[in-house]
């Protein structure tokens, strides 16, 4: 069995969509794998909206500040699918924080 690694991704829409999707099929693409991706939380400015979009794509929880996301120890990596301008600062934090990018 796999290790579980925390995942914390960072947007909701389009490409959080794909992302959440790939993350679900993870096992049937890569059985070897040595971790197996956990759903922790997905990470949005509009909290109506990235709440229902936790429920609707299977996430355990979400946080409204990713500042607060990349310091949360249940999070060992942390997907950035944001608008590629604010990646730079996002992924810095977060691999500050010692997670996988």
């Given amino acids: 069995m796999a290790n579980k690694m925390g995942v914390g991704l960072v947007g909701y829409k389009f490409m959080g969509k794909s992302h959440s999707n790939a993350y679900r099929q993870v096992k049937h ?3 070897d ?3 197996e991706p956990e759903l922790t939380a997905l990470c949005g400015r509009d909290e109506a909206a990235v709440k229902q979009a936790a429920h609707d794509m299977g996430w355990n929880g979400y946080e409204t500040d990713w500042k607060k996301l990349v310091k949360r120890s249940d999070i060992g990596l942390v997907d950035v699918s944001t608008p590629g301008d604010s990646h730079a600062d996002i992924a810095i934090a977060a691999a500050g924080e010692g997670k996988h990018v």
């Fill in 33 to 35: 794998c040595a971790y």
């Fill in 29 to 31: 693409f890569f059985p």
